[in-house]
């Protein structure tokens, strides 16, 4: 349920109706937009006498919410949020580019590759050092020595920095060296990690469970949410349909929906939604025409040797290409994109 306050409501209004709740023992959750409060409400509603609500001082009107998820909900905040990510932000006015290996491999491969993303306008470097791969053959990632040679390539290069984590330790030990944490589609639905995510302090990326429906996804950011971390950004990586020619299909339309459902920022992924480099490009700008806050991109100095996701890696040469190419569709709609 919302409170919607009257245009230019006193504070002294918006306080006494925040303390009529808060004395029931619900929680509130204050909107402060340009023209309009609201205070949304958490908690057993039954506890809540609301007939004597709408008699308050500047109330306008109460709204039910039925979706289970509320700070998540855009009718809990109707202005959009911007996330801060160590010194770049993602959010409705730019376009942020995530770019880096799949896996992080070595010192000097992270480096090159973080040099070169950067020229060609990524503002955060992505790289795994927690590999939840397929098979348990499959290289798993350097762990901490990966999150180290992370914030070495980020600080050199001024890239803030991402890295999926696994499990609570991997957590413990991110928060230490890189700037957001991702939790990855194979984990959208653990519980205790999204849990654990809330209290880390840093700010997530969600990524799309590989059969999650949208509301699904939305709990599960409600999740990181309610443990006080209001600082997530969802991550369209495609789902699985019968289509076999492309690895995942990427849900662009979840982008619009999302729109209308959530004030928290949405991203895609063409990378891992097609599993091949040259369908990347033209979902990337896809994307970014249906209204993606920002793309995460793999890209690799050498995609034929690369330990994990070579064939969905972009070159260099490749990647510098489809930033160039992003950036008029930028410029034609309003977004800010910068290539230094
Ligand atoms: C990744 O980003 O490296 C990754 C494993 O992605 P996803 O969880 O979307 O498969
Ligand atoms: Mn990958």
Known sequence: MIVIMKPNA?????????????????????????????????GDKTKLPTEN??????????????ESYKLANKKFHPEPTTVRVGNTHIGPDNLTIMAG?????????????????????????RGGAYKPRTSPYSFQGLETVG????????????????????????IEEAVKYVDMIQIGARNMQNFILLKEAGRSGL??????????????????????????????????????TYETSTRNTLDLS????????????????????????KYVPPMAKA????????????VHNNPACALSDGPQSLTFEKFDRLTSELKPLCDLIGREFTIC
């Open 10 to 42: 006193a504070p002294q209004s918006v306080d006494s109706v925040l303390s009529y709740i808060e004395k029931h023992g619900l929680q509130t959750h204050l909107s402060r937009g340009e023209e309009v409060t609201i205070i949304g409400i958490v």
């Open 53 to 66: 609500l709408v008699s308050f001082k500047d109330v306008d009107r109460i709204v039910p919410v039925t």
């Open 101 to 125: 290996p799949c896996a992080v491999e070595t010192e000097e491969q992270l480096m090159c590759i973080a040099r070169a993303v950067k020229k060609s306008g990524a503002t955060i470097l």
């Open 147 to 170: 999150l180290r040679y992370m914030q070495e390539a980020g600080k050199e290069n001024g890239l803030a920095t991402i890295c999926e984590v696994v499990s609570q330790e991997a």
């Open 203 to 240: 700010p997530v990326l969600l990524k799309r469970g590989l059969c999650a429906t949208i509301d699904e996804w939305l709990n599960a950011a409600e999740y990181i949410i309610a443990e006080g971390n209001p600082n997530v950004v969802l991550c369209e990586r495609g789902i699985r």
């Open 254 to 277: 979840a982008v619009p929906v999302l729109r209308e459902r959530t004030h928290l920022p949405v991203i895609a992924d063409p990378s891992h939604s097609t599993g091949a480099y």
């Open 287 to 298: 994307a970014v025409a249906c209204g993606a806050d920002g793309l995460m991109i793999e």
